[in-house]
């Protein structure tokens, strides 16, 4: 995908109020919102019609208001292979839905809270990394995985410093986005990325995709 044309986006909601304040919200950034729709299976149909670069999906739609949306997103990986990314949006923290999401699949996916739409800047980066490929985590999602209580293993050997970049690691953000937040160099983040994988034993990948996904899986245990 290039940036000669504005991102195609279609949003699934039955809220009609969120649905036509994110696509506005959107639109002003420009993007493209090209369909709306409040249910799931209007969601695949629209896709099908569409072929956006990136569905924005509410996990609970009608009609038993509980995973309608998770079902819609997992049909759209399997059936596009990546090809269209998808942003699923939620009320609540529901981690197991979120990394039932981002662990299965191979980029161009991410979770947030409907709370992070309010950051307008932000969530359209958000939809934009989503339809390059890349993967967006909900910081208070990544804070939930990384402070919970387990039994000590080697994420218990980080340093503070290492678990900040890690959960920084987990939302998706780059090398650079990561020297941007914490203020430091590129050399002193590729050394604590090195340091994370040497005590989580995982091997480093060229693709920050994968990366993200290693460590993701790791955390879920």
Do not use: W
């Not at 079902?71 to 979120?98: H, K, M, N, P, W």
């Not at 959960?167 to 020297?179: F, K, P, T, V, W």
Request: hydrophobic share 45%; proline share 4%; net charge negative.
């Amino acid at each position: 995908m290039t940036d000669a044309r504005p991102i195609r986006v279609v949003l699934a909601d039955d809220s009609v109020l969120l649905r036509e304040g994110v696509a506005r919200l959107l639109t002003e950034a420009g993007f493209e919102v090209v369909g709306q729709c409040g249910t799931g299976e209007e969601l695949l149909t629209l896709v099908r019609d569409e072929r956006p670069d990136v569905a924005v999906v509410d996990i609970r739609m009608p009609p038993t208001q509980t995973h309608e949306g998770l079902v819609a997103a997992d049909a759209i990986r399997s059936e596009y292979d990546g090809r269209v990314g998808v942003l699923v949006l939620s009320q609540y923290v529901e981690t197991e839905f979120a990394l039932r999401l981002v662990t299965d699949g191979e980029g161009g996916v991410g979770y947030l809270l409907k709370d992070r739409v309010a950051d307008v800047g932000e969530f359209a980066d958000a939809v934009r990394r989503v339809a390059r490929g890349g993967s967006v985590i909900d910081p208070e999602v990544v804070a939930l995985l990384v402070n919970r209580r387990r039994a000590r293993g080697p994420l218990d050997e980080l340093t503070e410093r290492e678990r900040e970049v890690l959960a920084l690691m987990a939302e998706g953000r780059s090398n650079q986005a990561i020297c941007d937040r914490l203020f430091v160099t590129p050399k002193t983040v590729e050394a604590h990325i090195a340091s994370i994988f040497s005590k989580l034993e995982l091997l480093p990948a060229p693709d920050d995709h994968r990366r993200v996904l290693a460590v993701l899986a790791y955390l879920r245990k």
